[in-house]
């Protein structure tokens, strides 16, 4: 623990100074983490990082998966008959060679799977997808809405 310095000289007082404490608070030292080596061999296989932005323009849903160092064959879309996109795919574990000494594994391995229920205007049939520097994108053309037909009547008085 740090403590104040008095301003009437030299002496130290005992109070408790947090900005100026030479600890280091550590949040996750009570937490359990899986060694790098149960990460290498695949006993943490939750692939959580698949993020994925679904927005609507006035002509399509345009889902962006960010899939870094996955290639397109690795990945696969697909439209159930229910009108759902299913989004899935693996990351294969990095091969451990027994001479080299791992320092930190941050990176995830396993299989993903993300679906979507897609709205009634979804063109199911004309669905595209590509993808470019790491990043899926999947376009869902929409149907365009008929306005109803609207007469005015008049009001008799």
């Known amino acids: 623990m740090a403590l104040v310095p008095s301003f009437f000289g030299n002496t130290r007082s005992s109070i408790f100074d947090p900005f100026n404490s030479f ?5 996750f ?3 359990q ?3 790098s080596s149960s990460i290498i061999s695949g006993e943490n296989s939750a692939f959580v990082n698949a993020r994925i932005d679904w927005k609507e323009t006035p002509e399509a849903h345009v889902f962006k998966a960010d899939l870094p160092g996955l290639k397109k064959e ?8 229910d009108r759902v996109l299913q989004i899935s795919g693996e990351r294969n574990v990095e091969k451990e060679d027994k001479n080299d000494t791992w320092h930190r594994v941050e990176r995830s391995s396993g299989k993903f799977l993300r679906r979507f229920r897609l709205p009634e205007n979804a ?3 004309q669905v595209k997808a590509s993808m470019e520097n ?3 994108t999947v376009t869902v053309p929409k149907e365009e809405v008929k306005r109803p037909d609207v007469k005015a009547i008049e009001i008799s008085g």
Do not use: A, C
């Not at 690795?74 to 008959?81: P, R």
């Open 23 to 27: 600890e280091l608070w550590d949040p």
């Open 29 to 31: 030292k009570d937490f």
């Open 33 to 35: 983490f899986p060694s």
């Open 74 to 81: 690795e990945v696969k879309v697909e439209i159930e008959d």
């Open 123 to 125: 063109k199911m049939d």
């Open 134 to 136: 790491g990043v899926l």
